[in-house]
């Protein structure tokens, strides 16, 4: 599978330098931008990977960028690109979102070492994503009264007490918990609770 890497320095060089140096790494597509504004107007809906992002830059700061795709994108892990002694940068880099940042002039072991943890995190971050959005998905096919039977069953209480609190019968209890456990694609309770918390249905005690 391959991993897609962003550039995103004003300084040629140094862009073009470390765009050299990331090709050589198996499995990477590595694309280069001289501006923030250059790579937000150029990455699309479907554009996920590592940005290497230079904090000093003319027009949208590395900051500036950061905290865009903080804000309206999930598939970016970000590397600020400071220069030596940035302390503050690179703690508002962090505070903004940032998964690490590097000094210039950049030891490349480093950068390919912050590189692949950046992906590794990412990867991470991804697929947990989606099992949120699955867990999410299946909670909502259920209806209001199956939702209802879920949460008194999260709550500990037994058939006869959710039948008594929603005033039915026991009967249509088991019915509604039938059902909901076929919606949900799940065997047992613990599995159907585990799916609850991944949606973030109820919060872990």
Known sequence: MMRSVYVVDDDDPVRLSLQTLLQHMPGLIVRGFPSGDAFLAAIAPVDRGVVLLDFHMPGATGLDVLRTLHATHDRFATVMLTGRGDVAIAVQAMKAGA???????????????????????????????????????????????????????????????????????????????????????????????????????????
């Open 99 to 205: 998964f690490d940042f590097l000094e210039k002039p950049y030891d490349p072991d480093r950068l390919i070492d912050v590189v692949e943890a950046a992906f590794s995190r990412f990867e991470q971050d991804s697929a947990r994503s989606a099992q949120v959005e699955s867990a999410r998905a299946r909670i909502a096919s259920l209806s209001p009264r199956e939702r209802e039977v879920l949460l008194g069953l999260i709550d500990g209480r037994a058939n006869k007490v959710i039948a008594h609190d929603l005033d039915l019968s026991p009967r249509t209890v088991e019915i509604y918990r039938a059902n909901m456990m076929e919606k949900l694609a799940v065997g047992s309770l613990s599995e159907a609770l585990r799916l609850a918390f991944a949606a973030g249905l109820v919060e872990p005690a």
